[in-house]
Structures are given as structure tokens and as C-alpha cells.
């Protein structure tokens, strides 16, 4: 299926691997122009240079122009990161046509050891940082009558986990947010805000959540995740390809009038009907 977004610029954050990355791959699979951000610079580094094989290849078998890949190391939960995001030489500014707001979840724990600071620092992460970033660009993509915002979040919105109190909260804040600004006037204008709520996903994330268990059971490492694919209806994780694919529908053309809702991939694991 042709998405119909080749050529459109795309800011994807926390994208030298995982998720990402994944969604990443797929929007410059279909021609579109991405600045990928992450903190550590190696690994972006790496990752653009995946990207640009990825569509060299893909160019010359097609004969049409490969993407712009701009890679741009900063903490985009600072503001001298989202600035820098935003004035990366040859990148669009703040004229993204396609924003995925994405950054590392917060620290598993029990919330009597939190105090105000754990908790600001969830919040800055996971709910306003795509504020912001959605506030830096939705505008502009009104005026422009195309934008696609993707916000990468978690199950835990819908379903959520215990020992991750300060995702639930965070991110449940973010979905109660983007739920009206969606609804809003620029939902006229050809902009969509969809969230996707990864269940279980086979990243360096999920292999350290297991690395974790382990070290704290005694278990070993791949008893802990055939217990949990076991738990799964699929039987198995999702992998950051068949998530990059989920978001790079909703970036496209297809899915523009479809917004404000929450993509559950989880190979099944909520109960719910609903
Ligand atoms: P990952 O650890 O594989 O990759 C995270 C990426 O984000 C890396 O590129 C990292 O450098 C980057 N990053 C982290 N913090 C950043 C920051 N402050 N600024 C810029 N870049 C930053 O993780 P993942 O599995 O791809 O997870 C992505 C998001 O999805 C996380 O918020 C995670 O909590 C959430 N999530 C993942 C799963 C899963 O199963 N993998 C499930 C639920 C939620």
C-alpha cells in the first residue's frame, strides 16, 4: 500500500533503537524525510546510517529520491534538546509534517519511595515533553492542512501495572490531554493525534525488565520470558517492526480520519472486549 507521505518530514524521538527505531524504518521505508533524536550519539549515529542504507536501497531499486535521514543527540525531555531537534541544519524547523513523541519509560518501584522530584521527572518525560512537542508543531500543521502526531505510550494506560505507578500516572495524564486537543479545532484541519500503547515488545528495554527479574528471582533469564510470551495469546512479543508498521499507518494518508483514539498491539494479553 502506497501510505502517500513520501517527501513529508518526520521528527521520531528515542530512535537509535527499539520502538523507535522501528517506526523510524518504517517512515523512511516509505520515503519520508526523518531527524531521528536519541542521548547516546554512537548509537544514533548508527541508526541514521541504517536508515540511509535502508533507503538508498530502496531509492535505487524504485528510482525515486532517498530519504533525509538527520540525526540529533540530545535528551529531547530538555528544552535545549527539543531546540536543538528543532534547528538541525537542512531539517524543517518546527514545520514537522509527522511527530512520534517517544523517550525511556520511568523506573519501576513502589510509590511511598517516590518523592516530588521521581515523580516531576516521570511527568517531564512522559507527558510533557510531547506536550511540548506537539505544542512546537500541531500549529503549523493546521495552517499546512496535513500533520500526524503518534505518541508512543503504554499498556498501562489501559491496563495498568503496579510497580509502574509513575507510568501509569504520567501517561494516563498525556492520554487525558491529547483525548481533547484532538477533538479540537485542528481535527478539521487534517491532523490526527493517536497514541499507541506497546504491550510487550522484544527491545533492549524488555530484555533488561527481564535481566531485572532474573536478578532479583534467581530465576533464569529465558525461563522469565517463556513464562511471559506463555501468558501472551499470540505466545510470543511483538517486535519493533511490526510496531513501526502500526505507525506508520496512522502517518498516512489512510488513516486521517482516525484520531485521538489508543492502538492497543499486545498480541492480545487485555481481557477486555473493550
Ligand atoms: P528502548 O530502551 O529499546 O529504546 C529507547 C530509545 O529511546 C533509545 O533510542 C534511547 O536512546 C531513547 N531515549 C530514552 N530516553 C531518551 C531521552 N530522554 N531523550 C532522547 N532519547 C531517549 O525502549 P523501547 O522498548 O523502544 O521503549 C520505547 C518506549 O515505549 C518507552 O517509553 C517504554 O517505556 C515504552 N514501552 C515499551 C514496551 C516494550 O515492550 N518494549 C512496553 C510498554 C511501553
Same mark, same amino acid.
Request: with cysteine; hydrophobic share 45%; aromatic share 6%.
Given at each position: 500500500? %502506497?501510505?502517500?507521505? &513520501?517527501?513529508?518530514? &518526520?521528527?521520531?524521538?528515542?530512535?537509535?533503537?527499539?520502538?523507535?527505531?522501528?517506526?523510524?524504518?518504517?517512515?523512511?521505508? %516509505?520515503?519520508?524525510?526523518?531527524?531521528?533524536?536519541?542521548?547516546? %550519539?554512537? +548509537?544514533? $549515529?548508527?541508526?541514521?546510517?541504517?536508515?540511509?542504507?535502508?533507503?538508498?536501497?530502496?531509492?535505487?531499486?524504485?528510482?525515486?529520491?532517498?530519504? $533525509?535521514?538527520?540525526?540529533?543527540?540530545?535528551?529531547?525531555?530538555?528544552?535545549?534538546?527539543?531546540?536543538?531537534v528543532?534547528?538541525?541544519?537542512?531539517?524543517?524547523?518546527?514545520?514537522?509534517?509527522?511527530?512520534?513523541?517517544?523517550?525511556?519509560?520511568?523506573?519501576?518501584?513502589?510509590f511511598?519511595?517516590?518523592?516530588?522530584?521521581?515523580?516531576?521527572?516521570?511527568?517531564?518525560?512522559?507527558?510533557?515533553?510531547?506536550?511540548?512537542?506537539?505544542?512546537?508543531?500541531?500549529?503549523?500543521?493546521?495552517?499546512r492542512?496535513?500533520?500526524?502526531?503518534?505518541?508512543?505510550?503504554?499498556? &498501562?494506560?489501559?491496563?495498568?501495572i503496579?510497580?509502574?505507578?509513575?507510568?501509569?500516572?504520567?501517561?494516563?495524564?498525556?492520554?487525558?490531554?491529547?483525548a481533547?486537543? +484532538?477533538?479540537?479545532?485542528?481535527?478539521?484541519?487534517?491532523?490526527?493525534i493517536?497514541?499507541?500503547?506497546?504491550?510487550?515488545? %522484544?527491545?533492549?528495554?524488555?530484555?533488561?525488565?527481564?535481566?531485572?527479574?532474573?536478578?532479583?528471582?534467581?530465576?533464569?533469564?529465558?525461563?522469565?520470558r +517463556?513464562?511471559?510470551?506463555?501468558?501472551?495469546p499470540?505466545?510470543?512479543?511483538?517486535?519493533?517492526?511490526e510496531?513501526?508498521?502500526?505507525?506508520?499507518?496512522?502517518?498516512?494518508?489512510? &488513516?486521517?480520519?482516525?484520531?485521538? $483514539?489508543?492502538?492497543?498491539?499486545?498480541?492480545?494479553?487485555?481481557?477486555?472486549?473493550?
Amino acid at each position: 500500500m %502506497d501510505l502517500g507521505i &513520501a517527501g513529508k518530514w &518526520a521528527l521520531v524521538c528515542g530512535a537509535s533503537k527499539g520502538l523507535g527505531f522501528g517506526c523510524a524504518k518504517a517512515l523512511v521505508e %516509505d520515503g519520508v524525510n526523518v531527524v531521528i533524536n536519541a542521548r547516546t %550519539d554512537a +548509537a544514533l $549515529q548508527e541508526a541514521a546510517a541504517k536508515l540511509r542504507a535502508i533507503s538508498e536501497d530502496l531509492a535505487s531499486a524504485k528510482g525515486q529520491k532517498p530519504s $533525509q535521514v538527520l540525526a540529533v543527540a540530545c535528551d529531547i525531555t530538555s528544552p535545549e534538546g527539543r531546540d536543538a531537534v528543532f534547528s538541525v541544519p537542512g531539517g524543517p524547523g518546527k514545520d514537522f509534517d509527522i511527530v512520534v513523541t517517544n523517550a525511556g519509560g520511568p523506573p519501576p518501584g513502589d510509590f511511598r519511595d517516590w518523592d516530588r522530584e521521581a515523580w516531576i521527572k516521570a511527568v517531564d518525560a512522559n507527558m510533557l515533553t510531547p506536550i511540548e512537542l506537539i505544542k512546537a508543531t500541531v500549529d503549523g500543521m493546521a495552517a499546512r492542512g496535513f500533520g500526524r502526531i503518534v505518541n508512543i505510550t503504554s499498556s &498501562a494506560v489501559k491496563a495498568p501495572i503496579d510497580i509502574l505507578g509513575l507510568s501509569n500516572g504520567a501517561r494516563s495524564g498525556l492520554t487525558g490531554f491529547v483525548a481533547g486537543l +484532538a477533538r479540537s479545532g485542528i481535527a478539521a484541519k487534517g491532523v490526527t493525534i493517536n497514541s499507541i500503547l506497546p504491550g510487550k515488545f %522484544d527491545t533492549d528495554r524488555l530484555v533488561a525488565t527481564h535481566q531485572a527479574a532474573a536478578s532479583k528471582t534467581g530465576q533464569a533469564v529465558d525461563a522469565i520470558r +517463556a513464562a511471559q510470551a506463555a501468558q501472551i495469546p499470540a505466545k510470543r512479543f511483538g517486535t519493533a517492526e511490526e510496531f513501526g508498521a502500526i505507525c506508520a499507518f496512522l502517518c498516512s494518508v489512510h &488513516a486521517g480520519y482516525m484520531t485521538g $483514539q489508543n492502538i492497543l498491539p499486545d498480541g492480545g494479553l487485555y481481557p477486555g472486549t473493550y
